[in-house]
């Protein structure tokens, strides 16, 4: 059990590394490719062509900290997609409006991962201690019990991980969609937004996979255990 773990957890960290590093590069490439809009003016256009008002765009600090809260109804953009004007701050832009529009539309994944938020804050708190009690008493009932409860708490991290790409994707697919029927951008920076949100996609892949294999592994420990 122990080597699976390590093959998990070097494979994982090998893969985000890959990911991460695949991400940073098409970013600053298309960070220096020129378009006529800033970040922060893509968002308010997309936002109003979508009947969208009560929506306000921000500045906050940071890299690739961009993020659309549904709680303060913000796009929140860090400093260099909010003031760039070049292919990847208009593509992250749109992307997080692309939240936006769910939200407006109620899509249903996001509906979904909004409504286990809290249940997903509860489980990341605790679940790392209940494991590692269940795992020092491994072989006892008590063990069994905590390990079985950290199981269903890390299943539920799982769940809100995979509930995560089909929000995210189409996010990215709205966002390239309005990119080019807004005129935003041509065929060929169309392209590159579209490649540089591929990249991003990616690490939520990663991060899915990442949570199913360790979730998997919990489980054959105790299986392993109850067999002792």
């Known amino acids: 059990m122990t080597s699976l773990y390590w093959i998990i957890f070097i494979g994982t960290m090998l893969a985000s590394w ?3 590093a695949s991400l940073n590069r098409k970013f600053r490439r298309y960070s220096n490719e020129p378009l006529g809009m800033t970040g922060c003016e893509v968002a308010q256009r997309m936002l109003h062509d979508h009947g969208i008002y ?3 765009v921000t ?3 940071g890299q690739l900290t961009d993020h659309y809260n549904p709680s303060t109804k913000t796009v929140n953009l860090s400093e260099d997609v909010y003031n760039g004007a070049n292919v990847a701050a208009a593509a992250v832009a749109a992307h997080e409006c692309g939240h936006a529009v769910q939200h407006q539309e109620a899509y249903a994944p996001l509906k ?3 409504a286990l938020v809290p249940v997903v804050s509860i489980s990341s708190k605790w679940v790392s201690w209940v494991i590692l009690a269940g795992l020092f008493f491994i072989g006892t009932n008590a063990g069994t ?5 950290g199981i269903c708490l890390y299943a539920m991290i799982t ?3 995979f509930i995560t790409l089909p929000v995210e994707v189409n996010a990215s697919q709205r966002a390239v969609n309005w990119l080019r029927e807004a005129g935003i951008t041509d065929n060929q920076t169309t392209e590159m937004a579209s490649d540089a949100l591929h990249s991003a996609a990616y690490t939520y892949v990663v991060a899915a996979l990442s949570a199913l294999a ?3 592994y ?3 420990v105790l299986l392993g255990s109850s067999r002792r």
Not at 145 to 149: A, D, G, I, M, Y
């Open 59 to 61: 500045c906050i600090k």
């Open 18 to 20: 890959i990911v991460s």
């Open 145 to 149: 019990t905590l390990l079985l409860v």
């Open 159 to 161: 769940l809100f991980s």
């Open 54 to 56: 009560d929506v306000q």
């Open 214 to 216: 360790t979730l998997v």
């Open 218 to 220: 919990y489980i054959l």
């Open 112 to 114: 979904m991962r909004s």
